[in-house]
């Protein structure tokens, strides 16, 4: 199976910002479309964004939009979450996970065949 490891959470003040990277294991990175999602304490697992497995083709939650910035690099097989101007309310676990399925964004969590062990985002105001 393919495995992710992700790193690059921490302590952010209001307004901050703090990038996330998440590498994957194996040779076909670039077959899977990647998703970020986030689990806020006694909160369900919400989708962030993701991003297409052939191309930069980008989605986002619009709780999210205009702030957060996915990108991957499949010569290096890795993706990234770049998040600026963070909110309290984006405090939570931060998991990137892989799919294989094509078509429409992916946008639940049970589509999700690989995840990370998730970092914690802790943002103070």
């Known amino acids: 199976q393919v495995q992710l490891v992700e790193s690059g959470g921490g302590l952010v003040q209001a307004g901050g910002s703090l990038r996330l990277s998440c590498a994957a294991s194996g040779r076909t990175f670039s077959s899977y479309a990647m998703g970020w999602f986030r689990q806020a304490r006694g909160k369900e697992r919400r989708f962030v964004g993701s991003?297409?497995?052939?191309?930069?083709?980008?989605y986002y939650a619009d709780s999210v939009k205009g702030r957060f910035t996915i990108s991957r690099d499949n010569a290096k097989n890795t993706v990234d979450l770049q998040m600026n101007s963070l909110k309290p309310e984006d405090t939570a676990v931060y998991y990137c996970a892989a799919t294989g399925s094509t078509g429409s964004p992916r946008t639940k969590a049970y589509e999700y065949d690989y995840w990370g062990q998730g970092t914690q985002v802790t943002v103070s105001s």
């Open positions: 991003i297409s497995w052939s191309d930069t083709r980008t």
